[in-house]
């Protein structure tokens, strides 16, 4: 098979906002407690945070980690979180039915994310809780006021303030699952409401509004719209959550998920702009995809866990090959929507739907999914490049099913690309999947004039199943190949081709 790229270098996207390789840790599972912190590990630094963790954490340069959550933080509060370790109350989260010890809080996760060099995403409880409290939470973080919550801080032993630019105004507050769900005129209001306080106690900081849990919510749509025409001018980002997964074990439909993501960024999109026009404003509300991933391995293994337990091991899925095909054409469409789609967080980091792995009191290693996002955080930096990709295409799916009509399914790319320049527009990376399961593609490459190939990674295996294990963790790799005058890219694998200038 043969498919061609081609591109004009002047036919830029935008540039790419460095939060869009963002993640995410939820209170949740072995996230925090047995992941990134483990005091008794034998890599544990002076905080007790897993130094294994937090260096293979660093080596993905995230730039921004939404935390607490997620579900969790529609029963959080925060002030059970600061202060006196010893004093802290442990407390039943409803959300995932385990125990919070509050070992782990505001104070401590901001000195983790300082020392992976990464910024905190922070999200407030509007399930359970409201406006003033939310506000506290800022003055707390981020005021050096002599006031009532900045010298709690303070007197917590952090005298300079953490200066958290972006914050997340709940949680899936649509979702029926979710502690204090709201109807969208009920959020609407208390979103209003909360961030006006927030601004009005820090001008500076972002705030990003709940949209739907998935696009396969019945009131999605109507639950942006409305939204939006309540809290357009407090808010700066709308976000977008949506999940993956093959639990049917059709891997031809499984590998276009992406057009899936593709659809639902554009119908938000579309949405943000009717309302910014029906209310005539200069403003335009940009998107935050502050959870996206492949989930569904781990929904039975969950069902057989005993309630109220601290840590349990929860949402633990193993990701094999076709996973991190999926996981990289999800990265390839956010980078072709990086124009809109600003903020993004893979969810999550560590053990909870992760591409990083622990042994409790053990080893560490990586999944398969940690090698698309790794050498997309580190080398598609800088500016989206336009491009158009000429392939086959192929069938998969119901041909009757809504899915199959929406997303046209009956026609979906061979190849998945996505191509980016560098700020100093040194080096050119181009990021393909080959969705064929068994056809290599010569691939032709036109428009990179000036430029010659340094450098081709691919990720691929003889297994479409193949996973990596504590005792096996380099089953699935992502290799250097051999450059020659021909581009192949094998069946069924994930690549990365870099250019340099000449």
């Known amino acids: ?70 579900n969790f933080v529609s029963g959080f509060y925060w002030e059970d979180s600061v202060g006196d370790r010893a004093k802290r109350p442990h407390k039943m989260d409803l959300a995932w039915g385990t125990i919070e010890t509050n070992e782990i809080g505001i104070d401590e996760f ?46 917590n032993g952090h005298e300079e303030p953490y200066g958290i630019k972006v914050w997340c105004l709940g949680n899936e507050m649509d979702g029926p699952w979710q502690i204090g769900a709201k109807t969208p005129q009920e959020y609407a209001r208390i979103a209003t409401e909360t961030a006006k306080v927030m601004k009005w106690t820090d001008p500076s900081i972002e705030l990003v509004a709940c949209g739907s849990s998935s696009p396969t919510m019945e009131t999605f749509g109507t639950w942006e719209r409305e939204v939006l025409r309540g809290a357009y001018e407090n808010i700066d980002y709308m976000s977008l959550h949506c999940y993956y997964g093959n639990p049917d074990n059709d891997a031809k439909k499984y590998l276009a998920s992406s057009l899936i993501m593709d659809n639902f960024i554009k119908e938000v999109v579309d949405i ?66 990086s124009d809109r789609v600003k903020i993004a967080a893979l969810a999550q980091l560590v053990n909870v739907i992760a591409p990083i792995m622990t042994k409790t009191g053990g080893g560490m290693w990586l999944q398969t999914i940690y090698y698309p996002f790794y050498y997309a955080s580190t080398f598609g930096r800088g500016f989206a490049l336009n491009a158009t990709c000429e392939c086959d295409t192929y069938a998969a799916g ?26 100093d527009k040194e080096t050119i990376s181009v990021f393909l999947v080959n969705r064929s399961l068994d056809e290599e593609v010569e691939l032709e490459l036109e428009g990179f004039d000036g430029y010659k190939i340094s450098s081709h990674v691919e990720l691929t295996h003889d297994d479409l199943k193949a996973i990596n294990t504590i005792d096996n963790p380099e089953e699935v790799v992502a290799k250097e190949k051999n450059i020659s005058d021909k581009v192949v890219l094998s069946s069924k694998s994930w690549n990365m081709i870099k250019f340099s200038k000449c």
């Open 1 to 70: 098979m043969k498919a061609k790229i081609k591109i004009n270098k002047e036919d830029v996207i935008s540039k790419i906002d460095n939060r869009l390789f963002g993640s995410f840790i939820e209170h949740l599972g072995r996230a925090v407690y047995g992941g990134i912190y483990e005091k008794d590990h034998e890599t544990a630094d002076d905080c007790g945070f897993r130094q294994d963790v937090l260096n293979a954490v660093k080596e993905l340069n995230v730039p921004i980690v939404r935390y607490p959550g997620g």
């Open 272 to 337: 943000c702009d009717e309302v910014k026009k029906e209310k005539n404003s200069d403003k335009t509300v940009n998107l935050s995809f502050d959870e996206w991933n492949v989930w569904f391995h781990s929904n039975e293994a969950d069902k057989e866990q005993e309630k109220w337990q601290i840590a349990p091991p929860l949402l633990e899925d193993v990701y094999n090959l076709e996973d991190a095909l999926v996981v990289g054409s999800l990265i390839n469409t956010l980078i072709k929507h």
């Open 398 to 423: 119901d041909p009757e099913s809504e899915e199959y009509k929406k997303n046209n399914f009956g026609h979906i790319p061979y190849i998945d690309s996505s191509v980016t320049m560098s700020e």
């Open 110 to 155: 901001q000195e983790w994310a300082k020392r992976v060099n990464s910024e905190v995403m922070m999200a407030v409880n509007l399930g359970t809780r409201g406006p003033m409290d939310a506000r506290n939470l800022v003055e707390y973080c981020n005021l050096n006021t002599d006031t009532y919550y900045a010298n709690m801080r303070k007197a």
